[in-house]
Nanobody, 125 residues
Framework: QVQLVESGGGSVQAGGSLRLSCAAS??????????MGWFRQAPGKEREAVAT???????NYADSVKGRFTISQDNAKSTLYLQMNNLAPEDTAVYYC?????????????????WGQGTQVTVSS
C-alpha cells in the first residue's frame, strides 16, 4: 500500500516562498516506472496539475507556475519536493501529491490512484 504524506504548507505574503515535501512509503521508485506530481485545488475549483515528474526524469509545469515553481526528488526518489517562489494570492489552495505506478509518463489527474491528505497553502496580498 502506497502512502503519501505532505508537509510544508503554511501562510505567506505575496512574493514569499514555501517548500512542500511529500514522503512516499510502500514502494520503491528507484527501478520502476512511475509518475509523481503536485496538484492543487482551490475552493470552488477543480483539482489541477501543478507540476509532475516521471521515471524518465521529464518534468511538466502548469503555465501559471512556470518559472516560479520547481519539482524535484531526493536521490532515493522517496521524497518529492515542490519549491514555490514568488507566490501570489492565486496560488492559494490545498496542495496534494499523488503517484501513478503504472506508467512512465504522467496521465491526467483522474488517473492517479494514490494521493496524500493535502497541505494548505495560503498567500495573502
Amino acid at each position: 500500500q502506497v502512502q503519501l504524506v505532505e508537509s510544508g504548507g503554511g501562510s505567506v505574503q505575496a512574493g514569499g516562498s514555501l517548500r512542500l515535501s511529500c514522503a512516499a512509503s510502500g514502494a520503491s521508485y528507484t527501478h520502476i516506472i512511475y509518475c509523481m506530481g503536485w496538484f492543487r485545488q482551490a475552493p470552488g475549483k477543480e483539482r489541477e496539475a501543478v507540476a509532475t515528474i516521471d521515471s524518465r526524469g521529464i518534468t511538466n509545469y502548469a503555465d501559471s507556475v512556470k518559472g516560479r515553481f520547481t519539482i524535484s526528488q531526493d536521490n532515493a526518489k522517496s521524497t518529492l519536493y515542490l519549491q514555490m517562489n514568488n507566490l501570489a494570492p492565486e496560488d492559494t489552495a490545498v496542495y496534494y501529491c499523488a503517484v501513478d505506478l503504472t506508467r512512465n509518463w504522467c496521465p491526467p489527474v483522474q488517473f492517479f490512484p494514490y494521493w496524500g491528505q493535502g497541505t494548505q497553502v495560503t498567500v495573502s496580498s
